[in-house]
């Protein structure tokens, strides 16, 4: 299954701007002696949002967590083929997790702020990284507000708790989190299953502003929430051996219009069965 | 705060389409008008090469209303406006397919020397042309009232197709070899009359997106 | 019928309801008894010179303060000893050790040295510390040996707590390039703080409570003095009372339970600080 997008593809970036980031060959994954990855390759280009969908179990979480070695942390895990970041591949035993996860942020389904203030909560990830001059800081926890959509919903609250801010808010909180420590790719994990449809918007509208400096990788149940947000869509299923291949990978546009497998075309117009 | 900025930056996106198309299919009628006045056969050449150009545009707007429709999951006048902007573009590529229409009657009159100086014709054409323009003003301001009352215009536009008709007759009347440069003329005025009929149904789409209910307004005579 | 059936249904539960108030006072009446009892028995020994003097007539007449003193040395050792190490040993075991053989292996025996007997713990005490490691009878013998049985209390508690950290907290810093012991260290150890501390607090309230022990790593019955070094013996107020209450004859009964009495207010108010630092902190960390 060798799907592979030309970046040129995409209507809605200037063609030069847009490399492949991402690139996944022939990636299995297993967990133990289940296979939940087989035989997947996609490119993911920069600077646009990239959606994964699929039904559940598919493995598309799965994918997203072996972008930034999300993976590692599940014992038994265990990945055959090759990932690489910029052409360098990431699972290489040379390789600096920690540094791959700087470049590599990532956004959770449930908002994770940490239990401290929103100044901290921005600040924490600089501050592990040795910025200890307190007006860098706050410069830079300011611009990741900002960035987030924020700032002005908590400029007069950063010492106040995170846990005290709105759901979306608290999620906003966290995409500004990951942007302070200046990633070139996000990578968000079903980022609004658990927000209230205005919430949501919000978000797509962050994430739509944020496609144009970061790559950002989507994975989400909600196939109205893929089509209405990327650029490009990838749609993954599961095998009857429950391990996840991808089925299509295209241009939002065109998956969700006029997609070129009968699969895609079953799942997204709920003829799935 | 609004959301979904994405979104409503690419309805704008049509809506200035539909502008643009609309600028098309004006310049295109009043050229294939031109080109009949003037006996510009090469105007008219234009005017009948042109017409691809408004399809092509026209399946441009469709496309992208797909798209959105596909991709947005677009509510309430947000759908109503893509609805209405999917029959809109029919319309106005009906238009320009009348003013090639026309164009290709010029070249088919070629230079045959004229029946009578045009006047009611070029004064259907004028009037057809504003009513389009205006029409499309009410469709981006949401203006259902303005709507309502240039459908009702559509009535001088019959009035005047009635005057070029009852005229045409009576030179074909008085003098049988005038009949094919009359009929010729009779076809313009139809094309015409045509025209200005689907400028009501843009009007009936902009009182369609503003009140969310299909009526007809202002039934054509013909 | 249908009311009849409501009235059996409605019967059972009241009676449901008694047994388990009944059982709740019944676990209540003891601990309500030993203190009513102790403070009513043991309150008329309390005194200033009680509290401040060195005992007399093998502690028929004069104070306690040796036994008061040695018993927070013991505390203060036992800390100091058993707090790094439970921790420590805490924070590897979830964080960092495979899920092996070897982590199972030592996850058993962590749950086993609770259940030994605590003078068995003594024994091993006086073979290792005070022998083989030649600290002889003495203070630091004694808090090593009650530091090595309330670790495993204090390793499990701090276990419980640092696994209390939610999951998202540690893949939240981990995913923006955080290192493992930094996001221990900043994350995990801040959060688990108020369970480990409270822990650790109950841990050596209960060592301060041992008899069995101290008994020959190093406790004595009289000193001339209070102890000056960690190589010195000590009083403590358990062995203390034991010895009074068991082994000297003649002994005023309200002496005895006068030393019961501060016992028992010294493991309380540990207790108490306990529950105190745990809802200090907590309110802390919520901001």
């Known amino acids: 299954m060798n799907i592979n997008l030309d970046v040129q593809d995409i209507s809605t970036r200037p063609a030069e701007k847009c490399v492949t980031k991402l690139k996944a060959e022939n990636i299995n994954l297993y967990y133990g002696t289940f296979q939940a990855l087989r035989n997947v390759t996609l490119d993911i280009p920069s600077c646009s949002i990239t959606a994964i969908i699929g039904p559940s179990g598919c493995g598309k979480s799965s994918m997203l967590r072996l972008f930034n070695r999300m993976n590692d942390l599940i014992p038994g895990a265990r990945v055959e083929g090759n990932i690489e970041l910029d052409g360098i591949p990431i699972y290489n035993s040379k390789i600096d997790v920690v540094e791959l996860r700087k470049r590599v942020g990532m956004v959770f389904q449930k908002p994770n702020p940490f239990p401290m203030s929103v100044f901290e909560n921005v600040a924490f990830g600089p501050k592990r990284h040795g910025i200890k001059n307190r007006g860098e800081l706050e410069q830079i926890v300011e611009k990741s507000l900002r960035q987030a959509a924020l700032w002005d919903e908590v400029k007069d609250k950063l010492g106040q708790s995170g846990l005290a801010l709105s759901g979306g808010q608290q999620q906003r909180l966290c995409i500004a989190r990951v942007l302070a420590v200046e990633p070139e790719v996000i990578l968000m994990d079903e980022p609004c299953s658990a927000l209230d449809p205005v919430a949501t918007l919000k978000i797509e509208d962050l994430m739509r502003s944020l496609a144009a400096d970061y790559t950002i990788i989507i994975v989400t149940h909600n196939m109205q929430q893929a089509a209405r947000v990327s650029d490009t869509a990838a749609f993954m299923m599961m095998e009857p051996d429950r391990a996840g291949v991808l089925v299509e990978y295209g241009p939002t546009a065109q998956l969700f219009t006029n997609p070129k497998d009968k699969r895609t075309e079953d799942y997204i117009t709920g003829r799935f069965g | 705060m609004e959301t979904r900025t994405a979104f409503h930056k690419k309805l704008r996106e049509i809506q200035d389409d539909i502008l643009a198309l609309g600028s098309m299919v004006s310049k295109a009628t009043s050229r294939s008008i031109e080109a009949l006045k003037k006996r510009d056969l090469e105007l008219a050449q234009h005017v009948v090469a042109d017409d691809k150009k408004v399809n092509q545009k026209r399946y441009e707007i469709e496309e992208k209303c797909v798209e959105l429709i596909a991709t947005q999951q677009p509510m309430a006048s947000d759908l109503r406006i893509i609805v209405a902007v999917l029959s809109i573009i029919t319309d106005m590529e009906r238009i320009g397919d009348h003013a090639e229409g026309i164009a290709k009657i010029a070249i088919m009159i070629g230079d045959e020397p004229p029946l009578k100086p045009l006047i009611d014709i070029p004064r259907m054409a004028e009037q057809t042309i504003d009513m389009l323009r205006r029409s499309l003003d009410a469709f981006i301001n949401h203006d259902a009232e303005a709507a309502r009352k240039i459908s009702a215009e559509d009535d001088t536009i019959d009035q005047l197709y009635d005057q070029v008709f009852r005229e045409l007759l009576t030179f074909m009347a008085e003098d049988p070899k005038t009949i094919t440069r009359a009929t010729r003329l009779i076809w313009v005025a139809h094309n015409l009359e045509r025209s200005a009929d689907r400028v009501t149904n843009i009007c009936e789409r902009v009182v369609f997106v503003v009140t969310g209910k299909m009526e007809e307004i202002g039934a054509s005579k013909y | ?287």
Request: hydrophobic share 55%; no cysteine.
């Open chain 3, 1 to 287: 019928m249908a009311i009849a059936k409501f009235d059996t249904r409605r019967i059972s539960q009241r009676t449901a309801f008694t047994f388990l108030g009944l059982a709740t006072l019944i676990t209540v009446i003891p601990v309500l008894f030993i203190i009513v009892y102790t403070i009513v028995q043991g309150g008329g020994a309390i005194t200033w010179d009680f509290l401040s003097q060195f005992p007399s007539q093998a502690g028929r007449a004069g104070g306690i303060l040796p036994a008061i003193i040695g018993t927070f040395y013991l505390m203060l050792g036992t800390l100091v000893f058993a707090l790094p190490i439970g921790v420590l040993a805490g924070i590897y075991l979830t964080e960092y050790a495979r899920d092996n053989w070897l982590t199972r292996l030592i996850n058993l025996a962590i749950v086993n040295l609770a259940g030994v007997p605590s003078i068995v713990f003594g024994l091993f005490g006086l073979s290792v510390f005070v022998l083989a490691f030649n600290f002889g009878l003495s203070l630091l013998s004694a808090s090593l040996t009650l530091a090595a049985q309330a670790l495993a209390m204090v390793i499990t508690t701090s276990r419980e707590a640092i696994l209390a950290v939610p999951r998202e907290y540690r893949e939240g810093s981990l995913a923006i390039g955080v290192t493992k012991w930094q996001t221990v260290r900043h994350i995990v150890l801040p959060q688990a703080f108020p369970g480990i501390i409270t822990g650790a607090v109950l841990a050596i309230s209960r060592a301060a409570g041992e008899t069995a022990p101290i008994l020959v790593v190093g406790a004595a019955f009289l000193l001339p003095g209070i102890p000056q070094s960690p190589f010195d013996q000590f009083m403590a107020l358990p062995y203390h009372l034991y010895t009074v209450a068991a082994h000297v004859p003649n002994m005023p009964k309200e002496t005895i339970w006068g030393v019961a009495l501060v016992l028992l207010v010294v493991v309380l108010s540990f207790d108490v600080l306990a529950a105190a630092i745990r809802i200090k902190t907590r309110q802390r960390s919520q901001l």
